[in-house]
């Protein structure tokens, strides 16, 4: 198990904590629910979620799921999560630490969620390698991001934006090559569909987003 130190960068977006509510309702009501329903879909065992917000997840857990631990570094948001995770349909257990030193022993977990997280975690290779860490050989990661356009120019104007956009959204950036992270970590990527988030037909900087499973190596029983 990895241990919190003093040393940990505390994690505090109170205003961002605030406004995440809204935000996520509005992106749920314009399609958010349905990629966290695909993102969850085929999910089994124990899970381990890093940086879980509000618990915009947890009612979306299938009944495969045999335990979730929440993992969340925000205060106001980890209160919020409490609540969720109470009605959640499967059990949740929400726990303070950050991805990148995870409060999860070794090889503890079938699969870890990572949704809407990577584009904010400060250190993201750590993050993975916690993830691989926690995992069982043969484990999945589920990860549902925000990422860097593939258009040259998309992603251009991305960089233009993201020089306010983490001041704005607590620490997220625009232009994280999420998959490229997720296979330098080790990972194998089974599947990810690319698509454009597009709200009332209309794209924005965080439209280019990615589902998918990676797995991590080793035995590959379910
Ligand atoms: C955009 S919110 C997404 C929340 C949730 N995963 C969801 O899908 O709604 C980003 C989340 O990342 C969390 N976060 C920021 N830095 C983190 C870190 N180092 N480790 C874990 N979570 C972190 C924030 O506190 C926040 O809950």
Redesign the pocket.
């Known amino acids: 198990m990895a241990a919190t130190t003093s040393k940990s960068p505390r994690?505090r977006?109170p205003l961002f904590a605030r406004i995440?509510p809204r935000i996520?309702a509005f992106a749920e009501a314009h399609g958010a629910l349905e990629h966290r329903r695909e993102l969850l879909a085929d999910a089994t065992g124990r899970i381990v979620e890093?940086?879980?917000?509000?618990g915009?997840?947890f009612p979306h857990y299938p009944p495969g799921v045999e335990q979730v631990i929440a993992?969340?570094?925000?205060p106001r948001?980890r209160r919020l999560a409490e609540p969720a995770a109470a009605d959640a349909p499967v059990p949740v257990e929400v726990r303070a630490g950050?991805?990148?030193q995870l409060p999860v022993e070794d090889g503890a977990a079938d699969g870890v969620v990572a949704?809407?997280?990577l584009c904010?975690?400060?250190d993201v290779p750590r993050?993975l390698a916690e993830a691989a860490r926690v995992l069982r050989p043969g484990g999945r990661l589920y990860f549902y991001e925000h990422v860097r356009s593939q258009d040259p120019r998309f992603a251009r104007k991305q960089r233009r934006v993201n020089l306010v956009w983490p001041l704005l959204g607590?620490?997220?950036s625009l232009t994280r090559q999420t998959e490229r992270a997720i296979t330098d970590a080790g990972f194998t990527i089974e599947r990810a569909r690319r698509f454009d988030f597009l709200i009332n037909g209309r794209s924005s900087p965080s439209s280019p987003n990615v589902i998918g499973v990676a797995r991590k190596a080793g035995n590959s029983s379910p």
Do not use: M
Request: proline share 3%; with cysteine; net charge negative.
């Open positions: 994690v977006h995440y996520n890093i940086g879980a917000g509000t915009a997840n993992v969340e570094p925000e948001l950050r991805a990148e949704s809407l997280v904010t975690i400060a993050a607590g620490g997220c």
